[in-house]
């Protein structure tokens, strides 16, 4: 019954994927072309700018390799879900207003500009070995869940958008009412959409504060030699 329902749902996933290969193909790019601007904005800094995120890295490792002892992952999980939880509040929000697409696509884009500028600023800082360790053990094992997760979500917005517009340009008298009716289901699909992926940002955050943190600590002393 368990392996039943697992392939049902490993199948609705590929049907979903397959059905918006396009659509995720564009959010992917664009998430790509966040981070490719995010790298190169790393060589527009000041010398004073990379000195201060110089600092500030090396006295995160240090304050962390002192202190990973007394750390509270229940707090850095509270502090996770809170976080992402804003994100996913905007895309939802976004989303039911079925006009303000662009502003998916932004957040995509700025999701990728963060995550480049932070992993060219720390293999910039520490050096590519010492860089990829740092980003792969505290960046990359949530990320892989989390970045999913915000593409699926912008998805959602954006489908919001494409049906409801699709059938207020139909040409029928009563297009209005076929508006707001497609728009009221495409609210609850939405809505619904968007506590399934909560749920994976959930289990991103678990990731981040037991997985990424512990990995990050077995690590930290090689970081600083």
């Not at 976080?83 to 662009?102: D, K, Q, R």
């Not at 792969?136 to 979500?153: F, T």
């Not at 912008?154 to 009563?174: C, K, M, P, Q």
């Not at 981040?208 to 943190?213: K, N, P, T």
Request: hydrophobic share 50%; net charge positive.
């Amino acid at each position: 019954m368990k392996r039943h329902r697992q392939k049902k749902f490993r199948n609705i996933l590929l049907e979903h994927i397959k059905n918006n290969t396009k659509e995720y193909t564009i959010l992917l790019s664009i998430f790509i072309i966040g981070i490719i601007i995010g790298v190169l904005l790393i060589n527009h800094t000041s010398n004073n700018q990379r000195l201060e995120l110089s600092n500030y890295i090396y006295n995160y490792v240090s304050n962390f390799d002192n202190c990973k002892d007394e750390l509270d992952n229940i707090k850095i999980l509270n502090d996770s879900i809170i976080n992402n939880s804003i994100t996913f509040l905007v895309l939802w929000i976004v989303g039911l207003t079925a006009t303000l697409t662009p502003i998916i696509y932004g957040m995509v884009l700025f999701k990728g500009l963060c995550l480049g500028y932070t992993m060219s600023t720390i293999i910039g800082v520490l050096g590519v070995n010492k860089g990829l360790v740092f980003a792969i053990s505290l960046l990359l094992p949530q990320n892989l869940i989390l970045i999913p997760a915000i593409l699926a979500m912008a998805l959602s917005g954006i489908i919001v958008h494409t049906r409801t517009s699709l059938d207020y340009n139909e040409r029928i008298f009563d297009r209005k009412k076929k508006y707001k009716e497609s728009l009221k289901h495409e609210i609850i699909r939405h809505s619904a959409f968007s506590i399934i992926i909560i749920f994976f940002v959930i289990i991103s955050c678990f990731v981040e504060a037991f997985i990424s943190i512990n990995a990050f600590k077995w690590v930290s002393q090689f970081i600083q030699n």
